[in-house]
């Protein structure tokens, strides 16, 4: 048995609460480097999301995540709303109509959502974005996947998450509004790799 929309569900409430939490941490990341909203954007967004999921309740994992896209790309200023729409888009059309997801479909859907980042904000990896948390997360879903069970998969994906976003620390940005700072960009964590991460140990916490 595989995760279901009740695991969705949870899933989306752990990342508001998450969102909610940490605003201020991810407002001052942003005001380093950014235009000082990513906090502010992520926690609207997500309450969004929540309103959204009380309206109209989902009746499959696909279907929380195409309302959560809907509602982070209506909600959500600045790039991250149709980057994170875009995800959340890309990973429902990945999970179809299936009521429950095993690991393999998991991983797939992660990957989706990365690839759906990437086409949208055309940054690779090293480029100092959430695509620096993504990616490795991606990566270890994948490994994960292959003999492991869905819990694993959330698990090593957060890790791995959470370890990008730290990566992006001393990385000068070549992509969005850092990349205007140049070289000032240094020492500073990427905010959008770091509401990744939450976002990841929210799905993976959803599991447990």
Request: glycine share 10%; net charge negative.
């Amino acid at each position: 048995m595989g995760l279901d929309v009740t695991w969705a569900v949870k899933w989306l409430t752990l990342s508001a609460q998450a969102m909610a939490e940490h605003r201020v941490e991810l407002i001052e990341l942003d005001r380093a480097i950014g235009d000082s909203d990513h906090g502010e954007n992520m926690d609207r967004g997500f309450q969004a999301v929540l309103d959204r999921l009380a309206e109209t309740p989902p009746d499959t994992p696909g279907a929380a995540l195409k309302l959560t896209a809907m509602a982070l790309m209506s909600k959500v200023g600045g790039a991250a709303g149709p980057l994170y729409g875009t995800a959340f888009l890309r990973a429902a059309t990945a999970l179809g109509d299936a009521a429950y997801i095993d690991a393999p479909t998991l991983a797939a859907a992660l990957g989706a959502a990365r690839d759906g980042i990437v086409a949208r904000g055309k940054a690779e990896s090293g480029d100092k974005t959430m695509v620096d948390a993504w990616t490795p997360a991606v990566d270890a879903a994948l490994a994960a996947a292959a003999g492991g069970d869905t819990l694993s998969v959330l698990i090593a994906a957060a890790e791995a998450a959470e370890a990008g976003a730290v990566a992006t620390d001393p990385l000068v940005a070549r992509k969005g509004r850092a990349s205007y700072l140049g070289e000032r960009s240094a020492g500073h964590r990427d905010p959008g790799a770091a509401s990744s991460a939450l976002i990841l140990r929210a799905a993976a916490g959803a599991a447990a």
